[in-house]
């Protein structure tokens, strides 16, 4: 499984990034909903932290606290691809975004998480 990720950029505080994350491979889905995709996000001298994540069956989401209310994870089911719409950023948002997918998932760390896209850069200037 390949994962493709895509969108990042850099903005100023209060701007919208919408990343995607494509993969390659549909039938890593096993149709159960412990089958999730997600976005981390990584800076510098800090470990890789979780900021959302979607079951691919039942569509049930989750959101780490400091993105609740301004992040929205969705997904395409035909095109096998997720997507995370960021709106009112902010500085401490500036991470490299990491896309992950994984089959058996009960929690939302980055061990659960078996396959990984490379990195996009998201800067947020105040």
């Known amino acids: 499984v390949q994962l493709q990720a895509s969108g990042g950029g850099s903005v100023e505080a209060g701007g919208s990034l919408r990343l995607s994350c494509a993969a390659s491979?549909?039938?890593?889905?096993?149709?159960?909903?412990?089958?999730?995709r997600a976005w981390f996000r990584q800076t510098p001298g800090l470990e890789r932290e979780f900021v959302a994540a979607?079951?691919?069956?039942?569509?049930?989401?989750w959101y780490a606290d400091p993105v609740k209310g301004r992040f929205t994870i969705s997904r395409d089911y035909a095109r096998n691809t997720v997507f995370l719409q960021m709106n009112s950023l902010k500085p401490e948002d500036t991470a490299i975004y990491y896309c992950?997918?994984?089959?058996?998932?009960?929690?939302?760390?980055?061990?659960?998480?078996?396959?990984w896209g490379q990195g996009t850069q998201v800067t947020v200037s105040s």
């Open positions: 491979l549909g039938a890593f889905n096993n149709g159960r909903d412990s089958y999730r």
């Open positions: 992950a997918a994984g089959r058996m998932v009960q929690t939302n760390t980055p061990a659960a998480f078996s396959f």
């Open positions: 979607i079951s691919w069956a039942g569509g049930t989401t």
